[in-house]
């Protein structure tokens, strides 16, 4: 369980990002020339299977616990395989005994664990303006901003967009900005 706390406060800083997106009430664009500035923070959606085309990637950063891919037109962040099925081990009910009132709160903080840690964020490519590998991280510019998500979340000690092996990370950078015509 110890070694569980790092995810879940990485998916809960995944989860408050994705709750602060914020819409522009009035998205003309006379009015505000940003129709959408919630934008740069994605999609949230449920987790599903990453089915790779011709042109597509999938990275995992070093610790295996994130991946990030381009998948179509969009880039997708999410916990890796091997991290969903350790959540899954670790907040299984089904050899809970507790019937009682504890038993029924423990049930639910682990399906909520689980639901919530079963997203993937998604960024339209066509909102991607700029894509770089620059010190040892990977850049994305979204509608002029960097995600807060990518941004703020760390893993492993380190900045989720540090944490991807350095040939990994420009094949990535290289395989948006091909696909973007760049």
């Known amino acids: ?40 923070q994605g999609n949230v959606g449920r987790r599903d299977s990453l089915v790779l085309g011709p042109g597509d990637m999938l990275i995992t950063n070093q610790d295996s616990s994130v991946d990030l891919a381009l998948v179509g037109q969009r880039i997708v962040v999410r916990l890796s395989d091997k991290t969903m099925d350790k959540v899954r081990r670790e ?24 639901s919530t840690l079963g997203q993937q964020f998604a960024y339209p490519l066509s909102d991607v303006r700029d894509a770089r590998y620059e010190n040892g991280t990977i850049v994305l510019d979204v509608n002029g901003k960097e995600p807060r998500l990518l941004a703020n979340t760390q893993v492993g000690g380190k900045k989720l967009m ?11 950078v290289a395989a948006v900005n091909a696909r973007k015509g760049h």
């Open 91 to 114: 907040t299984d009910t089904m050899a809970l005994k507790d019937s009682g009132f504890g038993g029924s709160i423990e049930r639910f903080v682990k399906k909520t664990v689980q």
């Open 1 to 40: 369980m110890r070694r569980l706390v790092p995810v879940v406060i990485a998916a809960g800083v995944l989860a408050i990002a994705a709750c602060g997106r914020k819409d522009n009430p009035d998205p003309n664009p006379s009015i505000n020339p940003n129709p959408n500035p919630g934008r740069d």
């Open 162 to 172: 540090e944490s991807f092996r350095p040939e990994d990370a420009q094949k990535f």
